[in-house]
């Protein structure tokens, strides 16, 4: 009898594991309280672009997997991971998600079974939040009856390089048992294993790991407006830096931060770091203030161009191009995009979006969803490429459209202007 393996959330995180879990010859038991995505996945609907509709229909037909609401399911599980969602609430970490997992699978606990929490939280969560409440629940002790550990995930949606599979994974736990008990089960489900010490050490490693790129990215984004504000082409000087094979590393400006990751987890860390030690982590500050600044630069960009054409905001056609976070995903999650649509709206801009990528249940309620076609191209006053999906003809979108500002730097041309 194959081994059950419970995971709680079938999200960008959760159901690429749980198809790795499959794979891995487990029996897995897929939990998540939304009841239309269940329905989905039980019908082999994928709405993860990692996970094909043939994928999920693979590991259907081997019943070893089901989707399903009832937590009461989980009963009996050797290996539960906890995969939900972690936001900010008013700028306060919201570990709810991670609380009501808890306590929903305590009573799930036999002796023996393992718990692995991957959601993104600030060090300390796994030992003095989640610890307690299955211990509470369950009636066990942690790690004489049970192990508990912590692994961050590495998801990042739409690389088709860096898959759930071949990316490193950091593996921690309460205790040295717990820990090769985790170790154990991600060693089926990863070719890489890297073991830390405590699992405060993985829970600071997943924060260290964006605050980097998300100070870096900010760093990059205000040398963009100083740039063009000097008359220096900012993207050509990042080309020319990147080709130093040691002591620097490439980053992009763009129209802000977005995901699941960069514009929380930083602010977890600095969360942490003012509620324990009294002190401000001030690059994350700063980086935070230079990245939720990007949208209204954009906006005032755009605003600058139509000026020069002699057009307001107010009345203009303009054709939004992408509003996922990230090229090649239909991830919104905190997108930089959403926010520009809403100040162009706000300025009575007639905002049309074209996304192949993002579901049409995602698109904002007051814009026009279209095509990336010849004819809205040539239609609006401006083209705005916020997400250069790969799918997009940029020769296309440079040839037809009267004026181009991309943030991505995927165009040329007179027509052009670039962040």
Not at 285 to 297: F, R
Request: glycine share 8%; with cysteine.
């Amino acid at each position: 009898m194959a081994d059950k393996l419970v995971i709680v959330g079938q999200g960008y995180v959760g159901l690429p594991l749980a198809m790795r879990g499959v794979s891995a010859g487990f029996d897995v038991v897929g939990i998540d309280v939304d009841e239309l995505r269940v329905k989905r996945l039980n019908a082999a609907d994928s709405f993860v672009e990692d996970i094909s509709d043939d994928e999920l229909t693979a590991a259907l037909d081997t019943g070893r997997y089901r989707a399903t609401t009832e937590h009461a399911d989980a009963r009996g599980f050797d290996v539960c991971v906890i995969t939900v969602p972690t936001p900010l609430r008013d700028s306060v970490p919201d570990l709810s998600y991670i609380a009501e997992a808890g306590r929903a699978i305590a009573d799930c606990i036999e002796p023996g079974a393992t718990v692995i929490l991957e959601s993104t939280t600030y060090p300390g969560t796994t030992e003095e939040m989640l610890r307690p409440l299955l211990e509470a629940g369950s009636g066990l002790r942690a790690p004489e009856e049970f192990h508990l550990g912590y692994s961050p995930e590495r998801i990042d949606p739409g690389n088709t390089r860096w898959r759930l599979r071949n990316t490193p994974k950091i593996v921690s736990g309460i205790d040295a048992r717990s820990l090769a008990k985790v170790k154990n089960f991600y060693d089926r489900i990863v070719e890489t294993t890297v073991p830390v010490s405590t699992t405060a050490v993985a829970e600071l490693c997943k924060l260290l790991e964006n605050t980097f790129r998300h100070v870096n990215i900010a760093l990059v984004n205000e040398l963009s407006i100083f740039a063009q504000q000097l008359g220096i082409d900012v993207w050509e000087a990042i080309d020319a830096a990147s080709t130093k094979p040691f002591g620097y590393m490439r980053f992009l400006p763009g129209p802000g931060v977005g995901g699941h990751c960069l514009p929380i987890d930083p602010s977890y860390l600095s969360w942490q770091v003012k509620r324990t030690l009294g002190h401000n982590f001030r690059f994350v500050e700063l980086a935070n203030d230079i990245n939720d600044h990007m949208p209204a630069h954009v906006v005032s960009r755009i605003g600058l161009m139509l000026n020069r054409a002699g057009k307001p905001y107010n009345g203009s056609r303009l054709l939004v191009l992408g509003l996922a976070y990230k090229k090649n995903s239909g991830d919104t999650r905190e997108s930089p995009a959403i926010e520009v649509v809403k100040r162009l709206n706000r300025l009575g801009a007639e905002v049309r979006i074209a996304d192949p990528c993002v579901e049409p249940g995602d698109f904002p309620p007051d814009v026009i969803p279209v095509g990336a076609t010849e004819h809205e191209l040539a239609e609006a006053d401006a083209v705005i490429i916020l997400t250069d999906h790969d799918m997009f003809d940029f020769g296309l979108i440079q040839r037809a459209s009267r004026r181009v500002f991309d943030t991505r730097n995927r165009c040329r041309g007179e027509n052009v202007e670039r962040l």
